[in-house]
């Protein structure tokens, strides 16, 4: 309690954590894949800020079959370099 001294008599209740996943080129994956169509995806790096936003632009584009997305968030990609067919 070096930190916050404060918080020495506070006794927590309960905590959480979870997993973080991440592109090699920390970039979003979102949106229809083109090699499978009708497969929808959203993996947003900075799950808790970006996130939101992502999934309505998806949304979005599952809704109207348009997208505002830029390429470099596209879904057929690995490590941040398209998948070869």
């Given at each position: ?9 506070v ?32 993996m947003?790096?900075t ?27 596209d ?11």
């Amino acid at each position: 309690m070096r930190v916050v001294p404060l918080l020495a008599d506070v006794r927590i209740v309960r905590t959480w954590s979870g997993v973080m996943a991440f592109t090699n080129d920390l970039q979003p994956m979102v949106g229809e894949s083109a090699r499978v169509p009708g497969y929808h995806s959203l993996m947003a790096t900075t799950g808790f800020t970006l996130s939101p936003l992502m999934a309505r632009l998806l949304a979005e584009s599952m809704a109207t079959g348009r997208t505002t997305l830029p390429p470099t968030y596209d879904v057929d990609r690995a490590g941040g370099h398209p998948i070869p067919t």
